[in-house]
């Protein structure tokens, strides 16, 4: 058996008028991330994590935010096609452990819905992801609603 380790961050700019994705849903708030896709913060951070493992890489070698054609795209297509990726060189994803900084709104109630949404594409049991939730203590740019930011890691196992 053979074990990758892979770690991931993203950051986003939040905005007005925009919808706010994280972790495959989306969340009712008064600003959302700007981005060339849905922006959904966490994800992205899984792809990298999960590209990283498998030296494949990262999210915008695959998916170039100069190309049209993943303009606006949910980023669950994206994970999609990284876990089609990793698994075409043997791997599959044992666990992902991850954590979103957003001052608010508050991501907890939807951590469980965000699980089940990313157990699914990843092909892994609800309870092999973590998905823990912090603020900046309104400090910084992230504490100030200027931003979100996640972090993830994950397990890569080939038999």
Avoid: W
Wanted: with cysteine.
């Amino acid at each position: 058996m053979k074990l990758r380790i892979g770690q991931g961050v993203d950051v986003h700019r939040l905005a007005p008028n925009i919808p706010l994705f994280v972790g495959g849903i989306e969340i009712p708030s008064d600003l959302g991330a700007v981005g060339h896709s849905d922006a959904d913060v966490l994800i992205h951070a899984i792809c990298d994590a999960l590209l990283g493992a498998a030296n494949l890489r990262d999210i915008g070698f695959h998916f170039s935010d100069q190309d049209p054609k993943f303009k606006g795209i949910d980023s669950k297509i994206l994970l999609k096609e990284v876990v089609t990726l990793i698994h075409g060189k043997g791997y599959v994803v044992n666990n992902v452990d991850s954590t979103v900084i957003l001052e608010k709104p508050k991501l907890n109630p939807h951590i469980p819905t965000m699980q089940n949404v990313l157990a699914d594409i990843l092909k892994i049991e609800v309870d092999c992801i973590s998905i823990k939730a912090t603020t900046h203590e309104k400090m910084d740019s992230f504490g100030q609603r200027e931003g979100i930011k996640a972090y993830a890691v994950c397990l890569l196992v080939k038999n």
